[in-house]
């Protein structure tokens, strides 16, 4: 990205936050690629806060979407703001396909969805967690407090096949992280936490 860019980004995005009372804690991550959770997830107000705060940070995340998304006169909205198009193909689950892309994009930080909606939910979609052990990059743990009024970066799980003891770290950082609607962040789990054969579906 240009450094004018950049520069334009940052002032943007600490302009937003300043005019929220909101704090970019840094900071980032010193890992090159990296698969992000951004939770708690319960409002539209999330992903305003969670560009501004990438963009203070000087993070560049990217997210994956059906390529149907990305056409005009969206398109180029969409990929300003981190999209990446993908199309799902017979030959392959969306758990390798979306641990592709770190071969594709060098650097790659690429946000997952892990409770999978704004509203309460009993478990987490574990898609976030195969494609990190399948790319075979960490798992970051991105945070929005609205309790506390800031945001940023936090944990670096390194996926090792024990998913208890992983999401036991995962845990460990959002249990004092509050969303705009607290009521709607459900309990930070997985259903393979129980133990088993995880299988690529999750995503």
């Known amino acids: 990205m240009l450094p004018r860019v950049k520069l334009l980004k940052r002032a943007l ?3 937003y936050l300043k005019a929220a009372g909101w704090e970019a804690v840094g900071p980032p991550p010193s890992e090159s690629a990296y698969v992000l959770i951004a939770a708690p997830h319960t409002s539209n107000w999330d992903l305003p806060y969670m560009l501004a705060i990438s963009y203070v940070l000087d993070v560049p995340i990217r997210w994956a979407g059906k390529h149907t998304l990305f056409r005009f006169p969206f398109g180029p909205a ?13 030959k392959s689950n969306k758990v390798q396909q979306l641990a592709g892309l770190f071969t594709r994009y060098p650097g790659l930080k690429l946000t997952v969805p892990a409770e999978g909606t704004r509203g309460r939910t ?8 195969w494609i990190a052990q399948e790319a075979g990059v960490p798992i970051v743990c991105g945070y929005l407090d609205f309790s506390r009024k ?3 970066f936090g944990n670096v799980v390194h996926p090792t096949g024990d998913v208890k003891a992983d999401m036991d770290r995962i845990r460990a950082f959002y249990g004092d992280k509050t969303g705009k609607y607290p009521e709607k962040f459900g309990p930070v789990r997985l259903r ?3 133990g088993g054969d995880a299988g690529a579906s999750a995503a």
């Open 13 to 15: 995005g600490a302009a």
């Open 78 to 90: 969409m990929k300003a703001l981190g999209g990446i198009p993908i199309v799902r193909h017979q």
């Open 122 to 129: 009993e478990t987490w979609k574990s898609g976030f967690y």
């Open 150 to 152: 800031e945001g940023g």
């Open 192 to 194: 393979e936490e129980g």
